[in-house]
Structure formats: structure tokens, C-alpha cells
């Protein structure tokens, strides 16, 4: 368990006009400007391998990216990764907000004052890297076994991360909650890809 470091130090900060906020209405905004790439050293960034007693599923252990909904890298988020741990697979978190240099823990700001095209560009960018970094850890990892999760506004991301991904490494992508507004869905496909709804999505 730990920052990604641990795997690859091979740092990747944000460029010096990383994303700034534009306000487009009172209190509503758009994000303009280059987005941050994953950076493996951000400290919202953490690789966590399965633990000790459980199941082994390999000589490495797949890994399991998940992409954070609108509201940033929360609870769901880190519980899918530690389950993800127990069952033997490991986990790749990170916070795309933070990773674009903004300080927003404690503020609504993410969830009620950003449009949902922002949101999700930031998170796919930071994703999509992420995956691009993983493909590369096969010392640690079966890079031939990568999945991809994605809860709401990461849901969007993820359905476009199934559209852009190489089948080679990524077997399938778990959407939840897709949102139906946003920067869309891909016209096809490159892998597997789950589609999840509940009774709460409307």
C-alpha cells in the first residue's frame, strides 16, 4: 500500500498553466486551460496491493483503476479499492482535481458549481494517463489484467476510457451510473465494457 511512487518515481507534475476555474454564470463554472496528467507522486495517488491473506489470483495480481465520480476521490471510491485488495486485485486511486492543483476538500464547489463536461474531462484525462502508467508497471502488476471502475461522472469516463483502451491489457471496464450528460459516449467500443444501473439512477 502506498503512493504510486513505490512502483514507478518517475514524477509527472502539472504544467505551469495547469486548469483554472472560468465563471460562465453566478456561482457556475467551466474548466479552461491544459489538464494534469497522472503523476504517480501526487499524494492522492495510491497503489495498493492485495493483502497478505488474500486470494491469489496469480503470480501478479491484476489491477483495478478506478476513476472517481463528480464530487472527487471519496469513500466509494477508496471502500472499491480495499475491497478490491481482499479479493487479490490491486488498486489505483487518485484525485483529478488535486492532481490540477485545486484545493477543494470542504467546499461543494466540485459537485454543485462545475459543469459535468469539466468534471469529466479532467477525471478521463487523469485516467486515461493513469492507464497509460499502468501498462508499464508489469514488474508489480499483470498488465494483461487490467479492469477499469467508474462510479457517475467516472462512469462517463469510464465508458470513454472502453472506447480508447488497448484490449490487450484491459479485459473490462465497470460503469456505474454513467451520466447522461457530459462529454458523451464513444461511437464504438475497444473492450468490454458493463454498463450498471440501480434503482437510484435516474
Known amino acids: 500500500s502506498g503512493s504510486a511512487n513505490a512502483a514507478d518515481k ?7 498553466d495547469v486548469a483554472r476555474l472560468v465563471e460562465i454564470r453566478p456561482g457556475y463554472h467551466r474548466v479552461d486551460g491544459n489538464l494534469a496528467e497522472f503523476d504517480p507522486c501526487h499524494s492522492s495517488v495510491h497503489l495498493s496491493m492485495p493483502r497478505f491473506f488474500a486470494k491469489k489470483l496469480g503470480e501478479k495480481p491484476p489491477l483495478m483503476i478506478v476513476a472517481h465520480g463528480g464530487g ?35 467546499s461543494m464547489l466540485f459537485v454543485t458549481g462545475v459543469t459535468n463536461e469539466s468534471r469529466q474531462r479532467m ?12 501498462i508499464k508497471q508489469d514488474d508489480i502488476i499483470d498488465t494483461s489484467r487490467i479492469f477499469i471502475n467508474g ?3 467516472g462512469g462517463s469516463v ?11 491489457y484491459v479485459r473490462l471496464v465497470f460503469a456505474e451510473g454513467a451520466s447522461p450528460t457530459g462529454i458523451g459516449f464513444p461511437d464504438k467500443l475497444s473492450t468490454n465494457l458493463w454498463l450498471i444501473y440501480g434503482k437510484l439512477d435516474n
Request: net charge positive.
Open 151 to 153: 462510479l457517475s461522472n
Open 10 to 16: 518517475k514524477c509527472n507534475p502539472p504544467p505551469t
Open 158 to 168: 469510464a465508458v470513454n476510457l472502453a472506447g480508447s483502451v488497448d484490449p490487450k
Open 72 to 106: 472527487g476521490l471519496g469513500l466509494a471510491e477508496k471502500e472499491m479499492a480495499s475491497r478490491m485488495n481482499a479479493e487479490g486485485v490491486a488498486s489505483l486511486v487518485f484525485d483529478a482535481y488535486e492532481l490540477n492543483g485545486f484545493n477543494y476538500r470542504g
Open 123 to 134: 477525471i478521463y484525462k487523469a485516467a486515461f494517463t493513469a492507464y497509460k502508467w499502468a
